[in-house]
């Protein structure tokens, strides 16, 4: 299972609101010989966030927790519990460095912008390579979409 994009973080912070509870599942194929497996939790943050990192830390923590090796085939997060930021509850004995990361967040949002979604990551995403996943040795002809495909008969 891979954690690649956490573009919601992103547009949270646009929206100026934070993530309070989140669902994390994961499922094998429905059309699978064996019985169809299926792992999902809800998770309850100790606070209202919207900073990337510790979304990821908690979905990590929760996918460690329930993972079993079965080939899973869909993976997601569903983020719930979305609140405005300006009327988040304050947690008297918050320790964190809330101004901190927020700064943090906003300059990785505004390199992000400037040259593309996946100039900075998390360092617990999943860091994506310029190869193909699937391998293609002998792939089919693109005669709608590519000029140099179509066939030439020459009489």
Request: charged letters at 25%; aromatic letters at 8%.
């Amino acid at each position: 299972m891979k954690l690649t994009d956490i573009s919601t973080a992103h547009n949270m912070g646009k929206q100026r609101s934070l993530c309070r509870q989140f669902i994390v599942y994961a499922h094998t194929s429905r059309f699978a010989e064996e019985e169809m497996q299926v792992i999902h939790q809800v998770v309850t943050l100790p606070f209202p966030t919207a900073i990337t990192a510790e979304l990821v830390g908690y979905m990590l923590a929760a996918i460690r927790k329930l993972w079993k090796p079965y080939p899973y085939k869909k993976a997601g997060v569903v983020l719930m519990s979305l609140t405005p930021a300006d009327n988040a509850q304050q947690i008297l004995f918050d320790e964190r460095p809330k101004e901190r990361d927020e700064r943090l967040q906003k300059a990785i949002d505004h390199i992000n912008n400037q040259y593309g979604k996946t100039a900075v990551k998390v360092a617990m995403q999943v860091l994506s390579t310029n190869k193909p996943l699937t391998k293609r040795e002998k792939p089919s002809p693109c005669y709608t979409t590519n000029l140099r495909d179509i066939l030439v008969l020459k009489c």
